[in-house]
């Protein structure tokens, strides 16, 4: 409590306060002034407490928007509606001015270990049989990782396109705002040697980081200006910077037929944005023993957590992730990505008004406990589906009309499981809508077994 109502306190109003209580009782004057100094302690005090309830009000609320005095002075935030004509992709050249941010992001290179989930669930293989997903499918590491991981997978060795690289370095979207000819349809590989930056601080704070939105104010989130890519942009233009910046590639999205990246028009549900994908007959790819066409879900963590109580309060990405701290000048963002599990700092600042003591940690381990082993065991009877839907095929025993019934229950039954199978949360970002995916996938499943049967 102390941290949120005295910390935020004008100073001049604690003072004037204490002024007014503490002044000598032996005071001599008239009873008319006498009375017009009880009247100002008596405004002072109402105004002050009107503050603290204020405080109170928005005490569970995020903070990426408030303003911290006394980082950055004032001034007008360069105004980006293109990108400039020299940008600066090294996170190194702010190390002098913002040393403890370059640092903190730096840090994240010490998180180097990833896990194959191919090895760690065996029957993934059978589930995205036909696509590149098959081939290798590794945990996610951190940022400075994006650019080598996205090099070195089998999934962009085939027939990759230069799209690949959108979230994977700045200079992508920067080839696009170019308007580079035939961007889209350039083979991968033909643009390796040119991508030689991974996501730094341009992709969240273009050339000015510390300047605030429009504002020309440091704001708390450490001065986000949002997303410079262009197909969350024109998705979501009314989202908010701490989300945009990691929204703009934690997001579902698909490929336009000139391959380029494009997101769900403003849909945030997994029901609206599958009904999307049926109205354009957008397919990912085919398995090649069921015929079924099929979707891949990327990682849709901010429309996931879109809606949200978390959301409505104002809890951003930016709120969970990063946490706040303080060095000779004043707060800083540490830009090594966390998460409230993981973080003492980020759990007293944001989670303990609604969550106290360890609440917090113990929701997100019920949480994971209930639903991961669900999500499991649906990808379990996926798979044991596949083979048992090939088999039929193989053996004559589907008629065409059962065929076409049998994929429409498998692609969809697999799109809701694979909604919270790739979202990276493990349904902790949106719990409720974790289950229903669950259960919907498991419904659609009881009647493709009991037809095939």
């Known amino acids: 409590m102390k941290s949120i109502l005295l910390t935020h306190v004008p100073l001049q109003v604690i003072t004037s306060l204490r002024y007014h209580e503490e002044a000598p009782k032996h005071f001599v004057g008239s ?3 006498r009375g017009n100094i009880m009247k100002t302690r008596a405004l002072i005090l109402t105004l002050f407490l009107i503050f603290i309830a204020a405080m109170l ?5 995020g903070t990426d928007n408030q303003t911290v005095p006394g980082l950055l002075p004032d001034a007008d935030a360069a105004e980006f509606e293109g990108f400039p004509d020299d940008p600066i992709l090294d996170a190194n050249h702010w190390q002098e001015e913002f040393p403890d941010q370059v640092r903190t992001f730096i840090a994240n290179e010490e998180r180097e270990q990833k896990r194959s989930y191919l090895k760690e669930y065996p029957w993934l293989a059978t589930v995205y049989e036909g696509s590149g997903f098959a081939k290798q499918y590794d945990s996610a590491r951190t940022h400075p990782f994006a650019l080598i991981d996205i090099s070195e997978t089998s999934r962009t060795k085939d027939a990759g396109l230069s799209t690949c690289w959108a979230c994977k370095t700045a200079q992508y979207p920067l080839m696009e705002a170019e308007g580079a000819s035939k961007l889209y349809d350039t083979p991968f590989d033909d643009l390796r040697e040119a991508m030689t930056e991974t996501i730094t601080c341009f992709d969240c704070h273009k050339n000015a980081p510390g300047l605030g939105r429009k504002g020309g104010t440091l704001a708390y989130s450490g001065g986000f200006l949002g997303s410079i890519r262009w197909h969350f942009n024109s998705a979501f233009p009314e989202a908010r910077t701490g989300d945009a910046t990691c929204g703009q590639c934690h997001v579902e999205y698909h490929f336009t037929p000139q391959h ?5 028009p403003e849909l945030t549900d997994p029901t609206a944005i ?8 957008y397919v990912d790819y085919t398995n090649p023993r069921t015929g079924t066409k099929q979707l891949k879900v990327q990682h849709p963590e901010y429309q996931t957590c879109f809606g949200t109580l978390h959301d409505k309060k104002d809890l951003t990405c930016v709120s969970c992730h990063m ?25 007293s600042s944001q989670c303990i ?10 929701l997100i381990k019920e949480t994971r406990n209930r639903i991961w082993p669900q999500v499991v065991a649906v990808g379990e009877r996926l798979a044991a589906f596949c083979d048992a839907f090939a088999t039929a095929l193989d053996a004559g025993e589907v008629n065409d009309a059962d065929t076409s019934k049998l994929r429409a229950l498998h692609r969809e039954a697999q799109w809701y499981w694979d909604w919270v199978f790739a979202e990276n949360s493990q349904g902790v970002h949106n719990p409720a809508q974790a289950q229903a995916c669950i259960d919907k996938a498991n419904e659609l499943l009881d ?7």
Do not use: F, M
């Open 274 to 281: 599958y009904e999307y994908y049926q109205s354009i007959e």
């Open 31 to 33: 009873g008319e002034k």
């Open 447 to 453: 009647q493709a077994e009991t037809l095939l049967d």
């Open 353 to 362: 008004w609604c969550h106290p003591q360890d609440r917090g940690v113990n």
């Open 57 to 61: 009000v928005t005490g569970c609320q």
């Open 260 to 264: 380029a990246v494009k997101l769900p």
């Open 323 to 347: 946490e706040r701290a303080t060095n000779n000048i004043g707060q800083y963002s540490n830009h090594t990505i966390t998460s409230p599990s993981k973080s003492e700092v980020i759990r």
